[in-house]
Structures are given as C-alpha cells and as structure tokens.
C-alpha cells in the first residue's frame, strides 16, 4: 500500500498550490480520502475529506472557500487546490485514507508547503 503526495513548494501569500496524492495497493474508490496539515509545533489537523461514496466534502473552517478537494477513482488519485495562500498554512500537508467499513486507514509520507514572501 502507498499513498505518494506530490505538489508541495514555497509560494507567496496569494498564491496557490495543487496537491496530488498517488495512491496504490488497495481498491481507492472504497476509501474516505483526506488532507491532513501539521505544523512546527501543532498538533495534526483535518483540513479536507471527501467520502467514497457520493463524493461529498467537507473542509476546516480556516480553508473553506480556498481550498478545494478532490478524486479520480479511475486514476487512483485525490487532489487538494489551494487558493490565496496565507502564512498560516505553511505546514506539511499529509493524504490520508480510511475504509468506512473497516477503518482502516494509510498515510502518506507528507509533502511540505510554505507559504512566505
């Protein structure tokens, strides 16, 4: 099983981002797939989910309206766009998968973005 995260970077505030997470190894379209972010002294946080089934979203108030996830289950892949970029997302940002039936769940190994003028 992998989950490959790819897209990372330095930006500036304002900019934006696309993250891509690869996955391999296990039937992705029977899998909740999520973003997770932890910075430099905190605590991992939720940022993004989108469900299995029915595709439905769901975002940390602090990236609603900025951030958009989404899959391809044909291409085994979710993404994250990141729009108007702040400092306060500067973070390594971590694809997450979970069975809904058994709750399984992989990680992958992170992939770093700083947002700094």
């Known amino acids: 099983v992998q989950l490959v995260e790819s897209g990372g970077g330095l930006v500036q505030p304002g900019g934006s981002l696309r993250l891509s997470c690869a996955a391999s190894g296990f039937i992705f379209s029977y899998y909740d797939m999520s973003w997770y972010r932890q910075a430099p002294g905190k605590e991992r946080e939720l940022v993004a989910q989108?469900?299995?089934?029915?595709?439905?979203?769901n975002y940390a108030d602090s990236v609603k309206g900025r951030f958009t996830i989404s899959r391809d289950n044909e291409k085994k892949t979710a993404s994250l766009q990141m729009n108007s970029l702040k400092p306060d997302d500067t973070a390594v940002y971590y694809c997450?998968?979970?069975?809904?039936?058994?709750?399984?769940?992989?990680w992958g190994q992170g992939t770093q973005v700083t947002v700094s003028s």
């Open positions: 989108i469900t299995s089934v029915g595709g439905r979203t």
């Open positions: 997450n998968s979970v069975s809904p039936a058994s709750r399984v769940s992989y």
